[in-house]
């Protein structure tokens, strides 16, 4: 039994093939894992707020240090990281806009990025603290990104490889369904995605 946390950035709501793609990959996670349950999180509907000044300060500040005022700019983020911290399996919906992730996700990955929460530093560098996850990305995208010559403007698997390794989220995987705008291409993009669907 595995506790899964769905996250989905896609603004297609119910078009959408990261969310499609998103689904998928649950549904094969609880195959695998029956018993499991699943929290699902449509950052689109919450409308989660960007980073600013004040929320930035109150990351680095102390929390016994913390005001009122301070706590309560935290409320979104302390919440998004006992939910993450919480869950064993993270399904990432990441659509590509613009050759990279949505704001939404980004706006997400931002509020989970604390100091001595999510990370830490030694004298050798970076500690990702978010260990023993599994992350599986359902990423789609217009064009075909996986080779060929736009293979150099993917920045979202890059991205979140990198970055969530960073936090200690070193075991992730994607699946994608590219080529949904390409005629020839589009008409298999979610079935050949789904398909390739491997938890492991």
Do not use: C
């Not at 959408?16 to 094969?28: H, M, P, Q, R, T």
């Not at 919480?86 to 989970?112: Q, R």
């Amino acid at each position: 039994m595995k506790r899964i946390l769905h996250l989905m950035s896609s603004i297609q709501g119910n078009q959408s093939y990261s969310i499609k793609l998103g689904n998928a990959i649950v549904e094969k996670v609880i195959e695998k894992y029956p018993g499991s349950t699943v929290e699902e999180l449509n950052l689109v509907e919450l409308e989660i707020p960007h980073l600013n000044p004040t929320l930035l300060q109150s990351m680095v500040i102390p929390g016994d240090q913390l005001t009122a005022e301070a706590k309560e700019s935290l409320r979104y983020s302390d919440a998004a990281v006992k939910q993450l911290m919480a869950s064993d399996i993270i399904v990432i919906g990441a659509p590509l806009i613009n050759y990279t992730i949505p704001t939404t996700l980004k706006s997400w990955i931002d509020h989970i990025t604390r100091i001595g929460i999510t990370f830490s530093y030694n004298q050798n560098g970076p500690v990702g603290l978010v260990t023993g996850k599994k992350v599986y990305v359902a990423m789609s995208s217009g064009g075909v990104y996986s080779e060929g010559p736009s293979k150099a403007n993917d920045f979202v698997a890059p991205y979140l490889k990198a970055f969530l390794g960073f936090l200690g989220m070193t075991d992730l995987t994607v699946f994608r369904a590219e080529g949904v705008k390409v005629p020839g291409i589009k008409e298999q993009a979610l079935e050949k995605g789904i398909a390739s669907i491997v938890i492991d």
